[in-house]
């Protein structure tokens, strides 16, 4: 008779992510319904519902039966988030709400990480004094928008985000990339080196940065068409070399460049060489291919804006407070559903850790928040026309 070994096998259903989402919201803002029929519950479940489905808290009101109205959302969320003027405490709370969740081993050794810059379209009226609103390049149909700074750890192709912070209009770069990396710090990160965008690329941040324990990598800013920077950008085999850079603001640095050259080998119909130069600031000893390639571990951060897009409720309120956090709460949406797939989705075996990916892609994720906030609120399936206007 054959012998059948038992396999034993683990389970996660859509409750059981349902209820991890709903314990960190409620750990973190704790919603005091005392004086209304509805529960703390029914709130986040509109929140999370237009998160998912890409849609304002109105629209996500009117597609649950039982779901409250708007306005008692709106009520309910009001005396957490305080007002504009408190910013500062709702970062230091959406912050900690975003590292509710982690790994357990992810922040015990020192990690590589990314820092940008992420804008949102702003389509309103605005004071032109106002602090929250950045002007930039046309996106969208508009050059004014809310700008986040971000800082995320990228380990083993799964990147979390550790630090949030709305970019105001009189912050520099240096002020966004201190302020997350403080926030960071004290969430206990170790950095092993920081990859930044080329949009702090500044004398202020490298003086900043020379300072530090850790190296950084970041695109060399070459403005123009000739001259400046755009010096560098020579010869036909990859190779090191060195910029002087003046500031009458913040002083003259030599700065350590490494340019990278590749062929397009008729990549594109296109033939000839590329050229990118990149500032290596502190001791890393990396060839120049070495450092491309390392510098590619930045563009995992782009791939989390796309994907916190995917995740975030749309508004048109001029509160900054309550757009920060609606993108905490897409990020968190985020961590959480990489912290699942780490923490559950694994086959155990001896050496590095596998994780079945395949098993819950962000489209089910989505999907199983939206099914089981349809069985506790009901889904609307008719429309009440008024009969008079």
């Known amino acids: ?147 986040f700074t971000t800082l995320c750890v990228v380990k083993a192709n799964r990147r979390y985000t550790l630090a949030l912070s709305l970019h105001r209009r009189s912050d520099t770069a240096l002020d966004a990339l201190k302020r997350v990396l403080d926030t960071a710090r004290r969430a206990g990160l170790r950095l092993r080196r920081l990859l930044l965008d080329r949009e702090f690329d500044n004398n202020a941040v490298v003086g900043y940065l020379l300072e530090q324990p850790f190296p950084t990598l970041m695109p060399l800013m070459i403005r123009g068409k000739k001259g400046g920077a755009r010096c560098v950008l020579q010869g036909r085999t990859s190779h090191t070399t060195a910029y002087t850079r003046p500031s009458t603001q913040y002083g003259t640095y030599e700065l350590p460049i490494t340019v990278v050259c590749r062929y397009k080998k008729g990549r594109f119909c296109d033939h000839g060489v590329q050229r990118f130069a990149y500032v290596t600031l502190g001791q890393l000893k990396m060839s120049p291919h070495q450092v491309a390639n ?31 956090f609606l993108i905490a709460l897409a990020l968190l949406l985020l961590n959480l559903w990489a912290y699942v797939k780490w923490q559950h989705l694994f086959i155990p075996k001896r050496g590095p850790r596998h994780v079945l990916h395949h098993l819950l892609p962000l489209a089910r994720w989505r999907m199983w928040l939206w099914e089981v906030i349809k069985q506790r609120q009901g889904f609307s399936l008719e429309i009440i026309v008024p009969a008079t206007a």
């Open 294 to 324: 390392e510098y590619r571990r930045r563009f995992g951060i782009e791939t989390s804006y796309r994907l916190m897009n995917t995740m975030r409720a749309r508004t048109t309120s001029t509160s900054a407070a309550w757009r920060l």
């Open 1 to 147: 008779m054959p012998r059948h070994q038992s396999t034993a096998t683990k389970r996660i259903t859509a409750n059981d992510v349902y209820e991890l989402t709903s314990d960190v919201l409620q750990e973190y803002f704790e919603l005091d319904m005392s004086s209304s029929a509805y529960e703390a519950s029914d709130i986040w479940d509109v929140l999370v519902t237009a998160a998912v489905q890409q849609t304002t808290v109105e629209t996500a009101c009117g597609l649950l039966e039982r779901a409250p109205s708007a306005n008692t959302v709106r009520n309910a969320v009001k005396a957490l988030l305080m007002d504009d003027a408190q910013l500062t405490r709702l970062e230091a709370t959406v912050n900690a709400m975003l590292v509710a969740r982690l790994p357990k081993n992810l922040l015990k050794r020192a990690r590589p990480c990314a820092v940008d810059f992420t804008d949102v379209p702003y389509h309103g009226q605005h004071d032109a004094d106002d602090e929250h609103i950045r002007r930039g390049r046309a996106k969208s149909g508009t050059t004014h928008f809310h700008s």
